[in-house]
């Protein structure tokens, strides 16, 4: 009776190609599978990559219209006045008596016009000296009105490590600080020091900024008035820079940054 055994062989190839292709199928599911999770992860992180660079771009365009915004005032409150009373004086009978006074407005207007042209673009970030960058920028807080400012640069301090990139990104941040103290803290004290790496610290530049003004509550950096926390944030990430922020209603304010050394 050879019909039984045949009908079992046929059974048996018929499962056996069943199971062949079920093994197929689970494989190449597996591996669709496995492509889909990797491009949705890709997916997701370039979404949330496009946030950050659409947020960055954002506080960028902000600090840039607010920069114009102090730029023209500057101008209009300083330089233009100047140069409209210079112009009066020579328009007056008695000119060339008012030439000394004429000079000495000049030469103020010089002066302010310059130290604007420096803070748009500092030269020392061209030759790349961070520590000088910050000496000058230090030198202009010092002239402010009721704010005692103090900069400590601990000996053998190095930030020859950073790029042009880093040193600018850095600049602008620590300037960002120190004009928020000016405008927001109502502080009647504030002080920066720069140093490296103590004892088992990470390699690189450490800098602490602080004030005993007012203060405020971290969560609120999304109100206008700490808008600018938020991009400074976003500028240290972009330069692989820790910022972190510390601070309490009354309390003061201080902020610790931190560059590493790239090994």
């Given amino acids: ?10 059974l048996e190839l018929i499962i056996q190609n069943y199971t062949t ?5 689970d494989v190449v599911f597996f591996v669709m599978l496995i492509v889909g999770v990797i491009f949705l992860i890709h997916f997701i992180k370039s979404r949330k990559k496009l946030k950050e660079s659409t947020e960055y771009l954002h506080y960028t365009i902000q600090g840039q219209e607010e920069e114009r915004e102090r730029i023209a005032r500057e101008l209009h409150d300083t330089v233009a006045q100047n140069l409209r009373y210079c112009k009066s004086l020579c328009e007056k009978g008695d000119a060339q008596e008012n030439l000394p006074k004429i000079a000495e407005i ?9 130290t604007m042209s420096y803070n748009l673009s500092p030269p020392d970030i061209t030759k790349g000296d961070f520590l000088s960058c910050i000496k000058n920028l230090c030198q202009e807080f010092n002239e402010v009105p009721k704010l005692s400012f103090r900069l400590s640069i601990l000996e053998n301090s190095d930030a020859s490590f950073m790029t042009k990139d880093e ?5 602008r941040i620590i300037q960002e600080v120190l004009t928020n103290i000016v405008k927001h803290a109502n502080a009647d004290e504030a002080v ?16 602490f900024i602080s ?7 971290p969560e609120e950096i999304n109100d206008k008035k700490h808008f600018g926390i938020k991009g400074m944030k976003k500028r240290a990430d972009l330069i692989g820079a820790q910022l972190v ?6 309390e003061g304010t201080q902020i610790k940054i931190f560059m590493g050394r790239k090994i």
């Fill in 21 to 25: 292709y079920f093994i197929f199928f």
């Fill in 192 to 207: 920066m020091m720069i140093r490296n790496e103590n004892g088992s610290e990470e390699r690189g530049l450490y800098i």
């Fill in 211 to 217: 004030d005993d003004g007012c203060g405020f509550e």
């Fill in 1 to 10: 009776m050879p019909q039984p055994a045949q009908d079992i062989s046929e």
């Fill in 167 to 171: 040193i600018l990104n850095l600049y």
């Fill in 245 to 250: 922020v510390d601070s309490a209603p009354g």
């Fill in 106 to 114: 000049l030469s103020k207007s010089l002066s302010e016009v310059r």
